[in-house]
């Protein structure tokens, strides 16, 4: 299959070359100079699509979705798909599905979950929205891309995935780090907490699978100095998501909304830019009550 590839960054360059790596022709394009192995670099966006069948996007936000959306979907041909796996807003996801259905495309919006390291590994998984008959036309490159594929529903519904299960981790790392330094003050031991709270009610995955408190746990971020991982800023670009859609939708989110304020705070004005979610633990250590 002709496959076009555009926004090959940290997320699209592996995802891009793991299609050429399973045999599909892929023509790829980015604003920045780059090259990767088996994949042909167009000159723009409207080039790279010209006869393919799928189009990928990996872009990052949805102000930029919508400006490559205009330029390339009056190049793609009659019944290709265009499968955004940008996290962007649900508005800007519905608007380009829109767009692509007026058009005579398909498109299914199929943010990401995994990071990098499943990018490189072919191990995302994909919360895909859009009709059936686009799903079924992008399920084989998920299964290349990733290893799971969940259909969430139609347009925006991928996107609305996502940003809730992420507000749900920001929510929990932030809750989990809090405990830890409340543990600490109250004299105790980490890994007896980490013991008890990965086996008792208050388990979740930035417990159990990312936890906060070096030389605790599986191995995670917090065991290498808190380099990402996760960044902190994508967690917060992540939340305000969360926040602009509750916003359009009239939905209560309030801890949502404590958890946007607090990691905004981390990012933009106690050092979080470049480090690991959950360096919210050693914030919040160095605290007192406010
Ligand atoms: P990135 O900044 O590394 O890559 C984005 C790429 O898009 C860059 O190479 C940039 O040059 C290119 N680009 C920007 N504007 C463009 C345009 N108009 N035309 C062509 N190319 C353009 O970001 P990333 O880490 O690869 O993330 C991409 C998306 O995936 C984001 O929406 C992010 O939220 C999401 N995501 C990232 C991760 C992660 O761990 N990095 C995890 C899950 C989801």
Redesign the pocket.
């Known amino acids: 299959m002709k496959i076009a590839f555009?926004?090959?960054?940290?997320?699209?360059a592996p995802m891009a070359a793991n299609l050429a790596a399973a045999g599909h022709e892929v023509v790829g394009?980015?604003?920045?100079d780059?090259s990767i192995d088996g994949v042909t670099i167009a000159a723009s966006?409207a080039q790279a699509v010209s006869g393919a069948e799928a189009v990928i996007t990996?872009?990052?936000?949805g102000k930029?979705l919508r400006?490559?959306a205009n330029e390339v979907i009056p190049a793609m041909q009659g019944g290709a798909v265009l499968i955004d796996?940008?996290?962007?807003d649900v508005d800007s996801a519905r608007a380009v599905a829109q767009q692509a259905t007026d058009a005579g495309l398909l498109s299914v919006d199929a943010?990401?979950?995994?990071?990098?390291g499943g990018a490189a590994a072919g191990t995302l998984t994909f919360m895909a929205g859009g009709s059936d008959t686009a799903f079924a036309k992008a399920a084989p490159l998920f299964e290349i891309m990733g290893q799971k594929a969940v259909h969430c529903g139609e347009a925006g519904a991928g996107q609305a995935a996502k940003i809730c299960n992420n507000m749900i981790l920001g929510v929990t790392m932030i809750a989990t780090c809090e405990a830890f330094a409340l543990a600490d003050k109250l004299g105790l031991d980490r890994q007896k907490m980490f013991d008890v709270v990965s086996t008792s009610s208050g388990y979740s995955w930035a417990m159990n699978a990312y936890c906060p408190a070096p030389g605790v746990g599986p191995e995670s971020p917090s065991d290498n100095d808190y380099t990402p991982g996760?960044a902190a800023e994508?967690m917060l670009?992540?939340l305000r998501l969360s926040q602009q859609a509750a916003e359009s939708a009239d939905a209560d989110t309030p801890m949502g909304k404590i958890a946007t304020k607090l990691y905004e705070q981390f990012v933009e004005h106690e050092n979080g830019l470049g480090r690991d979610f959950s360096a919210m633990l050693p914030r919040f250590e160095k605290r007192g009550r406010s």
């Not at 555009?6 to 699209?12: V, W």
């Open positions: 555009i926004g090959l960054g940290n997320m699209g394009h980015d604003m920045a780059i966006g990996m872009l990052p936000n930029i400006t490559v796996c940008s996290t962007v943010p990401v979950s995994g990071g990098i996760f994508l670009k992540d």
